[in-house]
Each structure stands twice: as structure tokens, then as C-alpha cells.
């Protein structure tokens, strides 16, 4: 599977109207604390932009209404892993990406056959308050050697001018939030975000 090096996190439909017609080919849908009505109609319009723009929408969490939604890919943290119904996601097709931060995390990822592996933080992070300390650089070459062919998708702290590092540890990918969303010109950085991975070749 082939997915974008690129990796956009957001957490409103209002978001993804505004930067995936810049050229966004993968994007995160990460809502918390709304109303399942409101999570609906956001999953609803998200899917919509993205159809439109050649895009892969990514659901965060809420794997029931990606169903009920048609989507086709979900991402899941250990805790919702643990609370979810492996055999229903892929009974709908899902494809599946997994939060990581330690190897029992890892272990636990793997055996539910994932079709990426996400680990983080790689810098420390202003998003949330994270129980592990950042991960470096270094532990990217080392989860890439134990996911092998899966997609390892670098996360926290990135930035655009951090990303040469990330890459030549061995990630594929590249998952940002703030540093897009708190800028004070997201579209221009969301640009130079582009640039800056496109020209990398699928692995």
C-alpha cells in the first residue's frame, strides 16, 4: 500500500475544505469531544471534500460511524484498539493505521495486522500532554527494522525543517498537526509542506 508522505491531522471538515485543495493527499479526521451527530456530519463532509480532491481521508477513532459512513481507513490508539471489534473493521473493508510509543504498544499493533504503524512522539509536543518521553530519531530506524514493509509514520513535534531527519531514519511518512494548524499563514505552510515531501518516492 501506498500512501502520501505527507500526512495532514486536523480536527473539523472546516479544516480540510480549507488545505486539501491546496493538494493534501492524506488527511487525518481527529475530533474529540463532540456529539456523535456533529462527529457524523464532519466524517460526512470531510468525505466529500476528499472525493473531490484525490484524497484519503482517515478517520480517527470513531471506527463505527466510518463504517456506517463508508469509509475505507480508521486510526486507532490502544486504548480505542483494545475497545474495538478487529473482525468488524475488516469485515467492512477498513484499513487500519495504529498509534505506537513503546514495544508492548508495538507488540500489540502488529497482531492486529495494521496496514501502517504510526510511533511518537519523535520531538516533544505541544498538542497534548503525552505519557512518553520523545522517541528521537534514532528509535525510527529501529521500529522500521520491525515493521519491515509496513508504513512507519513519523509523528510529533515535526516540522518542515525537521523533516530530512525523519526521513533518512527510515519513516515514510510524515504526520503533522500544529505545526500547520497554529501557524499564522496554515496555507502557505501546508505548501511548503508539499514541496518539501512530494518530491520523496513512495517505498
Known amino acids: ?39 457524523r456530519t464532519e466524517i460526512r463532509e470531510s468525505k466529500a471534500i476528499c472525493a473531490a480532491h484525490g484524497c484519503q481521508l482517515i478517520v480517527n477513532d470513531y471506527w463505527q460511524l466510518a463504517i456506517e459512513e463508508g469509509c475505507d481507513f480508521i486510526h486507532l490508539g490502544q486504548e480505542d484498539l483494545a475497545a474495538a471489534d478487529p473482525s468488524a473493521i475488516r469485515a467492512a473493508g477498513l484499513k487500519l493505521g495504529l498509534s505506537t510509543h513503546d514495544e508492548t504498544e508495538l507488540a500489540a499493533a502488529l497482531a492486529a495486522t495494521p496496514d501502517y504503524i504510526a510511533l511518537g512522539p519523535i520531538y516533544p509536543t505541544i498538542l497534548k500532554a503525552m505519557a512518553w518521553a520523545p522517541q528521537g530519531l534514532a528509535r525510527i530506524g529501529e521500529w522500521k527494522s520491525r515493521i519491515g514493509n509496513l508504513p512507519l509514520v513519523a509523528i510529533g513535534g515535526l516540522t518542515v525543517e525537521r523533516l530530512g531527519g525523519v526521513f533518512d531514519h527510515g519513516a515514510d511518512i510524515a504526520a503533522v498537526v500544529t505545526d500547520i494548524t497554529r501557524n499564522p499563514d496554515p496555507e502557505s505552510r501546508t505548501l511548503e509542506w508539499i514541496r518539501a515531501t512530494r518530491p520523496i518516492p513512495p517505498r
Open 1 to 39: 500500500m501506498t500512501l502520501d508522505p505527507f500526512y495532514l491531522i486536523v480536527d473539523s471538515a472546516a479544516w480540510i475544505k480549507r488545505l486539501v485543495p491546496l493538494g493534501v493527499k492524506l488527511v487525518q479526521l481527529r475530533i474529540k469531544d463532540r456529539t456523535p451527530s456533529e462527529i
